[in-house]
């Protein structure tokens, strides 16, 4: 027995997210192409309005018979049932105990097979009961579409990323639609030593039907597209298109996704991507892209975060105004720009990049899944709320029962990922006891306050914490390796749980005092730098102040920018002090004015 959705419902939400959807960005990594024989997947959820936090599923027994309510992952609305497995195991984030991850982006897709009446599971619930059911990618890629074609398929298109201690597969699925229940799909293993990525464009095109072995698909993948007219049906399904038959590629396609992918693979040394620059420019779409690619070098998990912070930095897509002069950059030189992507001037439309990084992320990891240990240890999932460019990732191993309040959610980020015990912040509720709203308030002040000002201070202070939690995940790693040797496995769980929330506890205070030393230091347009003098103690009275007086410096603009303001309107005229007026006195007035003449 199971309930549907109201269609009525599901219709009038499905606009809604239609006309604000705003993308994800994915990186996987092979073992053969990581430093340290890891797979990993790097996900970025960008939406601007999820409150980012932390999902918690701890393992249970089901008694046979039990329903599992089913809500709907973008839309919030309650779905229906579907019967329980005897038992499900313990998920953290994206990632479960047996070190299976999935991470995704949606492509969308032909909006005629958008809609699929009494489809219970979209993707984001197909996502959390995978990972409470399936223990490895194949089993996970067997599950999906087994729950798909059960009760069907209630999403676009959509590519998933799945990995585990051993194989990393891009699986994209396109729904059937209305009439029949589930999903074509196609599952591509990516060969050791290479590495992918997707950002809301279908990426598989021809599939390679005789390796069975690494190229997985539904029985249908071809003959419903030739049914559905959107592949002949006397061509030859070796030359059969899935991109091209369900997602085709267009200017945005190119450009505000595959651009992405470029930005990704050119930030992991990737070489020969210019034979694709007029492709993510969106102005040749014939070149596409290949599916996956070698890295530059092997890649490790510092290699893997910093990645995830690119905003095509150095490429023809920069727009922070250092590679051309840019006016929407401001004089911060800032490569944020606020929605919508495309807009329109004197009759003509224009578009802003879109970064990886990007100011509306929800929540964003990497998950580093480490070979030669135990499988309940081996994946880390290294997990932020907020842009993952300035958002401080903290190490949560994905076998721990429990999470740091700061990051967990007593309503949950899904109703079957609740933790009572989570701080009580929401979307439009502020604590500083949460993990999102501290997070928000370190990037939203570097947005604010001249971006490539603070931007040094921001990446030293990620590499400075970031290495210490590495070191602290190495310290527990040793302890928790020797209790599963020795076969004390509650006591590895337990330690792992409390490594997990004590990382989460300090990481909490670590980011609070950052942001309250950058409020300090970067306010009122000045630069606030340690005092020239020392404050009086013990009765000192030479050389010293009564209090802390700051260095402050000014802060101003650069010369390009002055010579913006200066060729903008009547500036020039408006703003021009005339020749010879400049004597002594004013002079001195202005350092009165200005408080200068003090220093």
């Not at 009038?12 to 959807?21: D, P, S």
């Not at 249970?60 to 019967?83: C, E, F, K, N």
């Not at 309040?405 to 502020?430: C, E, L, Q």
């Not at 999102?436 to 308030?441: K, P």
Request: hydrophobic residues 35%; charged residues 20%.
């Amino acid at each position: 027995m199971r309930v549907s959705l109201q269609a009525a419902a599901v219709a009038a939400v499905a606009l809604t997210i239609t006309e604000v959807v705003v993308g994800c960005s994915n990186l996987l990594v092979t073992k053969g192409a990581s430093a340290d024989g890891s797979t990993m997947i790097a996900y970025n959820a960008d939406d601007g309005d999820m409150y980012g936090s932390l999902g918690v599923y701890p393992a249970a027994d089901h008694p046979p018979g039990t329903m599992r309510d089913v809500w709907g992952w973008d839309s919030g609305l309650y779905m229906g049932q579907i019967p329980e497995v005897a038992h499900t195991y313990n998920v953290v984030g994206n990632s479960n105990e047996w070190g299976l991850t999935i991470g995704e982006t949606t492509f969308g897709g032909n909006p005629k097979y958008s809609n699929q009446p009494g489809a219970i599971l979209d993707y984001g619930s197909l996502i959390w009961i995978t990972l409470q059911r399936a223990k490895t990618a194949r089993d996970a890629i067997s599950t999906i579409s087994s729950l798909m074609d059960t009760y069907g398929y209630a999403s676009d298109g959509e590519s998933f990323s799945i990995s585990d201690q051993d194989e990393v597969f891009l699986m994209e699925i396109f729904s059937r639609g209305p009439g029949k229940k589930g999903a074509v799909w196609v599952a591509t293993k990516i060969p050791d030593g290479y590495i992918t990525g997707h950002a809301n464009q279908c990426r598989t095109t021809t599939i390679d039907f005789n390796d069975k072995e690494n190229v997985l698909y539904s029985p249908d993948v071809v003959t419903f597209a030739q049914d559905e007219g959107l592949y002949p049906k006397d061509a030859d399904p070796k030359d059969f298109d899935f991109s091209a038959a369900y997602d085709p590629v267009s200017f945005a396609g190119a450009r505000l996704c595959e651009a992405r992918v470029f930005g990704l693979w050119t930030d992991c040394g990737v070489t020969g991507l210019d034979t694709y620059l007029e492709y993510v420019k969106g102005y040749n779409l014939t070149q596409r892209m290949p599916l996956y690619v070698k890295p530059g070098h092997p890649l490790t998990l510092n290699d893997t975060l910093w990645a995830m912070r690119t905003h095509f930095e150095g490429t023809w897509f920069d727009n922070s105004g250092l590679q051309r002069p840019d006016v929407g950059a401001g004089p911060g030189n800032s490569p944020y720009r606020w929605r919508p992507l495309m807009w329109e001037s004197g009759g003509k439309q224009f578009v802003n990049e879109r970064t990886v990084g990007v100011q509306q992320t929800g929540f964003n990891f990497v998950a580093h899944t480490r070979p030669n240990v135990p499988t309940q240890m081996a994946t880390v999932t290294w997990w932020a709320p907020d842009d993952s460019s300035i958002a401080l990732k903290v190490p949560m191993y994905a076998a721990a029962r429990a999470v740091s309040p700061g990051f967990a959610d007593p309503v949950g980020i899904m109703p079957n990922a609740r933790a009572p015990y989570g701080s009580k912040g929401s979307g439009t509720t502020m604590s500083l006891d949460s993990a999102f709203w501290v997070w928000n308030l370190v990037s939203n002040y570097a947005m604010d306050r001249g971006y490539a000002t603070v931007l040094p201070d921001i990446k030293d202070k990620l590499t400075e914490l970031e290495g210490k939690y590495m070191a602290m995940v190495a310290s527990s790693d040793t302890e928790i390796h020797a209790a599963l040797t020795r076969g004390d496995v509650d006591a590895a769980f337990n330690m792992m749980t409390n490594a997990t929330i004590k990382v989460g506890d300090e990481s909490l205070q670590d980011w609070l005092n950052f942001w309250m030393y950058l409020f300090a230091r970067y306010r009122d347009g000045f630069t606030n730098d340690v005092p020239v003098l020392p404050k009086c103690e013990n009765g000192e009275t030479k050389n010293c102040t009564f209090r802390e007086i700051p260095h402050s410096v000014e802060t101003g603009y650069s010369d390009a920018w002055y010579a913006r303001i200066v060729a903008d309107s009547d500036n020039a005229e408006h703003y021009h002090v005339p020749a010879g007026t400049l004597d002594e006195r004013s002079l001195r007035k202005i350092a009165v004015v200005e408080k200068t003449h003090k220093n």
